[in-house]
């Protein structure tokens, strides 16, 4: 079993057939999942599954929770025609769990639960009795969680 980072080909189609939007107010609504090191997560992940999903712990509850901050962009000087797309760092508090990745994916009804990204933490990570945090990178051409360059 593995968890390896990756964006989801099931994404890729989504953004060619339209089916995923990135606006800031009315856009889809993406989630994050955690997974513990006996998950098997990739780029041919399809979509949410429960299987060897941390327990529910805390703040956590099975199908992780929503992302929010998101906002879609188009770099510009050195970055120019990169787009790229952030969230805010999401907490869940009071939990004690042991999670090796996470699973974004895409709730709209037009694909539901349908896989957007793989993020393999390196290693497991933990929380005892305290809260567990994902940060995302820097909202730039080269670093955002998901880019697209020509």
Known sequence: MAITQAIANAFK???LEGD?????SGGDVFKLALYTSSATLNSTTTAYSTTNEVSNTGQYTAGGSNLTGQSANIGTGTGKGVAFVD???LSFTGVTLTSRGALIYNTSSAVTNAAVAVL???ADKT?????FTVQFPAATTSAAIL???G
């Not at 929380?127 to 809260?131: F, H, L, N, Q, V």
């Open 20 to 24: 995923a939007n990135f606006k800031s």
């Open 127 to 131: 929380a005892t009795s305290g809260t």
């Open 13 to 15: 189609k989504q953004l």
């Open 87 to 89: 969230f805010a760092d």
């Open 147 to 149: 880019r697209i360059s």
């Open 120 to 122: 393999d933490f390196g």
